[in-house]
């Protein structure tokens, strides 16, 4: 059963505008891990933005800020002010303590394409 | 560049061959990862190695196999190729076992293979 629903496949927006990309998970560890992590047309990944369980408080890093709700599930990612550069696909992920946490298990994905 | 290296970038193969892919961590990681994106399964973790020993196994098929070597480095062998193993191979790595949670992999660039 997929654990991380990007319910979103393609967001496209004009250069200036926020862009919000949804995330919801499951899980019945209390403890566990989110992630954001970005793909470039290059195709490497990248690592954005974690959030462990136990910290709900929502914060901005930069033009990044994401809405963490334990109540819906959900883990919520808003680039304020998007770039062309922001064109990639952004991965949210779940880690739970069950043999590695390194072990992610990601979403399907969602493309934002940002035009000039 | 994210410290991680995988070799090839490229690799194109035919159906019922062998490849091995390969991977150096980041300095001062012990772990690696590897994880495979494919079309039809999205991004899929298929096994972890820390410090030589195997630490994790996710969805890894048993004509698949990898090792990580006194170096550190890894290899990801794949044999008897079907083409629905056409499919971005990463590798990544973090310092720690993955005993502690919160990890963020630091991933490569990712080899991507194609078998007709």
């Known amino acids: 059963a997929q654990k991380v629903t990007q319910a979103q496949t393609e967001i496209s927006v004009v250069e200036k505008e926020d862009v919000t990309l949804d995330c919801v998970y499951e899980t019945r560890d209390t403890t566990y891990y989110l992630f954001w992590y970005k793909q470039p047309p290059s195709g490497e990944l990248v690592f954005l933005i974690r959030?462990?369980?136990?910290?709900?408080q929502n914060e901005i890093s930069g033009r990044y800020s994401w809405n963490f709700q334990k109540s819906t599930s959900s883990f919520n990612f808003t680039i304020t002010a998007s770039q062309v550069v922001d064109s990639a696909v952004y991965f949210c992920a779940l880690s739970e303590a069950a043999d590695s946490w390194g072990k992610l298990q990601f979403g399907a994905g969602t493309q934002v394409v940002v035009t000039p | 560049d994210s410290g991680v290296t995988q070799t090839p970038k490229h690799l194109i193969t035919a159906t019922g061959q062998r490849v091995t892919l390969r991977c150096s961590p980041r300095s001062g990681d012990l772990s690696v990862y590897w994880y495979q994106q494919s079309l039809d399964q999205g991004l899929q973790f298929l096994i972890q190695y820390y410090n030589g020993e195997e630490r994790a196994k996710g969805n890894i098929l048993e004509r698949f196999s990898a090792q990580q070597f006194p170096d550190l480095h890894s290899e990801l062998n794949l044999s008897s190729l079907e083409l629905g193993d056409s499919a971005l191979y990463f590798c990544a790595s973090s310092m720690t076992s993955g005993r502690t949670g919160g990890i963020v992999l630091t991933f490569g660039a990712g080899s991507r293979l194609t078998v007709l």
């Open positions: 959030r462990n369980s136990f910290d709900e």
